[in-house]
């Protein structure tokens, strides 16, 4: 059984910093990709990063140069780390895991999801 925990959301103001944690369990977890999804009140479930098993990485326009995710493949753990935040970065923040090893920025490519972790940037 695939579970992905995700930690580290809360209350910053605008320019502050998070960083969330995701810990895997349930299969080889560096084998996978993983990516942050982020879904705000009313609107649709939108791709934030992803990263691939060789730590190759992708971005949306929206996060780049202010988002960074790693992972750690020993502790079975992705981050994501979130500095010059904005009130529009306000979502609950998801964990997702792909059951490929092919890049992918696509919602219905993730196979497994965790249960999120708001985060709320104040202006």
């Known amino acids: 059984q695939v579970q992905l925990v995700e930690s580290g959301g809360g209350l910053v103001q605008a320019g502050g910093s998070l960083r969330l944690s995701c810990l895997a369990s349930g299969r080889t977890f560096s084998r996978y990709v993983m990516g942050w999804f982020r879904q705000a009140p009313g609107k649709e479930r939108e791709f934030v990063a992803a990263?691939?098993?060789?730590?190759?990485?992708a971005y949306a326009d929206s996060v780049k140069g202010r988002f960074a995710i790693s992972r750690d493949n020993t502790k079975n753990t992705v981050y994501l780390q979130m500095n010059s935040l904005k009130p529009e970065d306000t979502a609950v923040y998801y964990c997702?895991?792909?059951?490929?090893?092919?890049?992918?920025?696509?919602?219905?490519?993730?196979?497994?999801w965790g249960q999120g972790t708001q985060v709320t940037v104040s202006s």
């Open positions: 997702a895991s792909d059951s490929d090893r092919t890049m992918t920025t696509q919602r219905g490519d993730y196979d497994y």
């Open positions: 990263i691939s098993w060789s730590t190759r990485t």
